[in-house]
């Protein structure tokens, strides 16, 4: 079976064709594990926020109009009849000539429109001097001010950090209904690979793949749902492979895409349902063999099995339709503007991706430098690089000295 | 009890001289729950990776020089002896004359020292013509080649993301000690402070503190520790900032910091072991009655109980401590470049943070234009704003289409 190898944009097209981000459904958490979730629904506020006239200073609630023309020289001079304190409706109302005490946040009383911040009066007793007049509404927020019933205050699809999820905390909600999180098969294939934990047979090497994919799935707020190393039997693999489209919303093999004897991954999912492999190889360097498909809408990733390669193309390809099946807003990859600190071949006629590693160089360039990768798949690859720099197919090399943009694999910049 | 408020400098230069990011501890996790988790051990390689030479391609293993001078019209003809599978020692061996059968990822027979991709092959029963020459080692990945036995692949300090957890995972490890996560006691104080999911009660808010202070220490990777709404009595905020003070790794506390008379959470701070408050207030806007402590080594944040103020305070004093304790790289926050949308004023000698909301003008500059605060506190700011403009104490505003920075307040950008 030959198929001709689908260019970069022709793959993320020919994906995109297929790809509909279907509904996952709606779930209630508490609003103490509801960060970083996508809101299922609009919230309106039930009450105004703040619910009562508040003062903002602590000193007295007064009619303002009875401190109009007093000034350092010439107090107004009011009787003090109370006290407000914070959490409680004023038993005591402000009439003519009258003052209250009031601390911060404290509701307003009866009758005052306005609060003298303590530092403007005087007391002696019950008799306040007031040396500085007040407008209406000084020192005061007005109930509703802030938040008005009924008003739209958050919206569906908006993802809950800190401030969204104060904003539910002021309306007395304790949950909140999100987007379920996609949940992503892991599924490793291949006769040489061995399950960690256990002692390693002579020709085999540990399951790297499920590891490194799976934590990129947490990475982009997504779980993994691990089905470990499958037997290299086909009945085996088909089985896996039906149970982890039904019960997953995404599916991510490794390994076995080669074209050996023993690959049978496309096969399985032609067989699974419609559209089947719709990509079948990519002109890229590293990550040639990743095979792409869905049955029905779930999307199948059959990523190469060299460890670099994999989680490359998990970037490049998977990543993206994830968080648009979470409900979150496309969210590119992290970028740094760097110098190439030596010449980057590329592939001919494919989109190479180069993995890089940041550092300054003496005169305070950030250089982009190519990680030795010896053979392909070195896992040290991985370990030493910070992201990586993309030469198109019609470039034929990044020199040295060359300003290049850098993909940072994650966002905490560069490794220690 | 008047003290002069600090500087913004002067606050940080005094928290520094105080703090002292303490050993937290370590403790094992599985490797699928190591994300964004900080290693406490050197990983030294425990074997050669790969474990054995392997091949690279599917082809024929063979002796090099058996296929010097090979070429398309003038093939070598070598007998095939036998295959090499993966995941297994191959039983057959290459002697001179002699191929054997190799697919990509299998260790190469004893004897040979070379593979032929398949392309450059034509096979007849167990005849085989061999068009191109390959040298010693070609098409092989030497056994430690990618990794050498008992070489340092991580090293302690490192943050575990998706490659550092391949790297684990090819040395069949299941599991890695890394440091102990901070916990965040967090206690509400204010007798006007209700908890979410009561009735409201007239006078009354509900906490928001808790919870959008307790989502940004979620985003910084440690563990709140909510105490609830304490009683506004001495007694109990005592007790509850002492259990606080011995469980946790720091307090933070919100509200009850304004000069009324109901608050003692310094006095209580200062209570319970030296150094004390050290902070008494700091000339920032807002957030001027920001109190900071440490009890022995814990530090203690006593922010201010206005909802967009206490986010703020935590994110400019609290956050990098925590990260600190966590034992991670000082991650600062995410920056942008914008226009100012508007003239932003500051407050008379103190440094000033204006929240703004980030938006593209007709002529696709990106904005900075200030959330209408409306009176100090309000939850709507918070909602709205997607970061901060800083304005430093000399300077009396930033007008309108100046250039300035926007400090964001999650990675993800803009709102929707």
Redesign the interface.
Same mark, same amino acid.
């Given at each position: 079976m030959f198929r001709k190898l689908m260019t970069f944009e022709e793959a993320q097209k020919t994906i995109e064709e297929h790809f509909k981000p279907t509904f996952l459904g709606e779930e209630e958490v508490v $609003?103490?594990e509801? %960060?970083?979730r996508v809101l299922n629904e609009d919230i309106t506020s039930s009450?105004d926020?703040?619910?009562?006239n508040r003062s903002?200073v602590?000193g007295y609630a007064v009619k303002a109009q009875d401190t109009y023309g007093a000034e350092e020289n010439q107090p107004a001079t009011l009787k003090v009849v109370g006290i407000a304190?914070?959490? =409680?409706?004023?038993q005591v109302k402000v009439g003519m000539g009258e003052a209250v005490e009031i601390?911060?946040? +404290?509701?307003l009383p009866e009758g005052a429109d306005a609060v003298v911040m303590v530092e403007d009066t005087q007391r002696e007793d019950s008799q306040l001097h007031v040396f500085n007049a007040v407008t209406i509404n000084e020192n005061v927020? *007005?109930k509703g001010?802030?938040?008005k019933k009924d008003a739209l205050? /958050? *919206?569906k #699809?908006?993802?809950?950090?800190?401030? =969204?999820?104060?904003? $539910?905390?002021? $309306?007395?909600?304790?949950k909140a209904k999100v987007l379920k999180i996609p949940i992503v098969a892991i599924l490793s294939t291949?006769? =040489?690979?061995?399950e960690?934990? *256990?002692k $390693?047979?002579?020709?085999?090497? %540990?399951?790297?793949? +499920? %590891?490194?994919?799976?934590? +990129?799935v947490?990475?982009a707020g997504c779980k993994?749902l %691990?089905f470990g190393v499958i037997p290299?039997d086909k009945a085996a693999l088909s089985k896996a492979l039906q149970t982890a489209v039904s019960c997953a919303d995404m599916v991510i093999t490794s390994g076995g895409v @080669?074209?050996?004897?023993?690959d049978y991954t496309p096969q399985i999912v032609d067989s699974l349902g419609k559209p089947g492999i719709v990509v079948y190889g990519v002109a890229v360097k590293p990550g040639k063999p990743t095979t792409v498909g869905f049955v029905g809408e779930k999307p199948v990733f059959a990523l190469p099995?060299h460890?670099t390669s994999a989680?490359l193309i998990f970037y490049l390809f998977a990543r993206p339709l994830l968080l648009r099946l979470a409900g *979150?807003?496309a969210?590119p990859m992290r970028t740094v503007r760097a110098v190439a600190g030596s010449r980057m071949f590329s592939a001919k006629g494919r989109r190479t991706f180069v993995m890089v590693r940041l550092e300054f160089d003496a005169n305070c360039r950030l250089l982009a430098v190519p990680v030795e990768s010896?053979? @392909?798949?070195?896992?040290?690859t /991985?370990?030493g690089?910070d992201g990586f720099v993309e030469i198109r197919e019609n470039e034929q090399f990044v020199d040295a000295d060359e300003e290049v943009l850098v993909y940072l694999?994650? #966002? @905490?910049?560069f490794?220690?």
């Open positions: $609003l103490l509801a %960060y970083n009450l926020i703040p619910p009562f903002t602590d304190n914070v959490g =409680e409706q004023p601390v911060t946040g +404290a509701p927020q *007005k001010s802030d938040i205050i /958050l *919206k #699809g908006q993802v809950l950090g800190p401030s =969204e999820i104060g904003v $539910l905390a002021a $309306l007395g909600l304790t291949g006769g =040489e690979v061995t960690l934990g *256990k $390693l047979p002579t020709g085999k090497i %540990y399951d790297i793949n +499920a %590891y490194s994919i799976g934590t +990129a947490i990475e993994p %691990y290299d @080669s074209v050996g004897p023993k099995g460890p989680l *979150k807003p969210m010896g053979a @392909s798949g070195a896992i040290t /991985l370990a690089a694999f994650r #966002g @905490s910049g490794r220690t």
